[in-house]
C-alpha cells in the first residue's frame, strides 16, 4: 500500500459525524477512512475548552496508531475549541467542519444575513459569528439552538409530526429574520435538511458543512499530494467507546456502505 492509500482520521463525539464520513465516501470514493465516536463522553457541547483539548489529544493519538495520512474532525465543539491548537502539534493535515461551511454562506449570500442553527454550545461560543466576521464584519450572523434535534436524530425520527413541529417552533423566529443562507452547524443536522428546508423555503439556502467538508478535504488531499490511487479499494473502519451497538443500528441507517464491525476502544488509555 502506498502511502497516498492510507486512511482518513475522522473523529466526532458520537454518531453526528457519520454524515461527514458519509459525504468523504461519496465525494471522495477511493479514500479510506478510520472513524472513531467517543459515544462515552458524548455530549461534547456543554464540557469546557480544556475537556474537548483533552478528549481530542487523546483521540489524534488513537488514531494516528492507524497510520492516517490526515484527520478530519467532524464535530462543531470539537473544531471551535481544539482544532488551532491540536494542529500546531501534528506533522499530517487536520481539517474541521466550521471553516468550510462558513464560507460557504459567506459565497452564497445576497443580502449578507446568515443564519447559524446548532447545539447550545456551538451557538453559545460563536464561533460561526467569529470566523465569519473575520472575513466579513458587513455580515450579519443570526444564531438558534435547536437542543432537540440531536435527540429525534438519534431516535430515528427523521420524518415524523413531533420533529415537524420542534422544528417550526425553533425556526420560526428566522425566518421573520430574512436570512438567505441557514448553516446546519451540528453534523446531526443534515439528516433534518428536507424538514428544515420546507419551513424556511427555497429562498433559503442551507448550507451542510459535512458536504463543504468533504470538498475541502480533496482539495487539501490534491494540494498536498497525498489523495488515494484512483485503483484503491477503499477500507471503512468504526471505532466506539462505548455502545458499540447502538451506533451500528445508527450507522447502518445512514451509511451508504453497510457497517460490519464496530470496535470497542479504552480511550483514556491513549
Do not use: W
Not at 460563536?126 to 432537540?148: M, Q, R, S, W
Not at 443536522?189 to 478535504?217: C, D, F, H, Q, W
Amino acid at each position: 500500500m502506498s502511502d497516498n492509500n492510507t486512511p482518513i482520521g475522522v473523529f466526532d463525539s458520537g454518531v453526528g459525524g457519520l454524515t461527514v464520513a458519509r459525504e468523504i465516501i461519496r465525494q471522495l470514493p477511493n479514500e479510506s477512512i478510520v472513524y472513531f465516536g467517543d459515544t462515552a463522553r458524548v455530549p461534547y457541547g456543554s464540557k469546557s475548552k480544556e475537556t474537548i483539548i483533552r478528549y481530542s489529544r487523546q483521540i489524534v493519538r488513537f488514531l494516528r496508531t492507524k497510520n492516517v495520512k490526515a484527520i478530519v474532525v467532524a464535530c462543531n465543539t470539537a473544531s471551535a475549541y481544539a482544532l488551532d491548537t491540536i494542529e500546531k502539534e501534528l506533522d499530517i493535515p487536520m481539517i474541521g467542519v466550521v471553516k468550510p461551511g462558513a464560507k460557504s454562506a459567506i459565497a452564497n449570500t445576497r443580502n449578507k444575513r446568515i443564519g447559524i442553527i446548532g447545539t447550545e454550545g456551538t451557538i453559545k461560543s460563536e464561533l460561526y459569528t467569529e470566523f465569519i466576521h473575520g472575513i466579513d464584519p458587513d455580515i450579519e450572523v443570526l444564531g438558534k439552538a435547536c437542543p432537540l434535534f440531536v435527540p429525534l436524530v438519534e431516535e430515528g425520527m427523521l420524518h415524523d409530526t413531533v420533529t415537524d413541529e420542534i422544528a417550526s417552533r425553533y425556526l420560526n423566529d428566522l425566518k421573520k429574520q430574512e436570512i438567505d443562507s441557514l448553516i446546519l452547524g451540528c453534523t446531526h443536522y443534515p439528516l433534518l435538511r428536507s424538514t428544515v428546508g420546507k419551513i424556511m423555503g427555497n429562498k433559503v439556502n442551507l448550507v451542510n458543512p459535512a458536504y463543504e467538508t468533504a470538498v475541502s478535504l480533496g482539495e487539501l488531499l490534491n494540494q498536498k499530494g497525498i489523495a488515494a490511487d484512483k485503483t484503491n479499494s477503499p477500507v471503512y473502519e468504526y471505532y466506539v467507546s462505548d455502545a458499540a451497538e447502538r451506533f451500528k443500528s445508527f450507522a447502518n441507517s445512514i451509511m451508504p456502505v453497510k457497517t460490519e464491525m464496530i470496535r470497542l476502544v479504552n480511550i483514556e488509555e491513549y
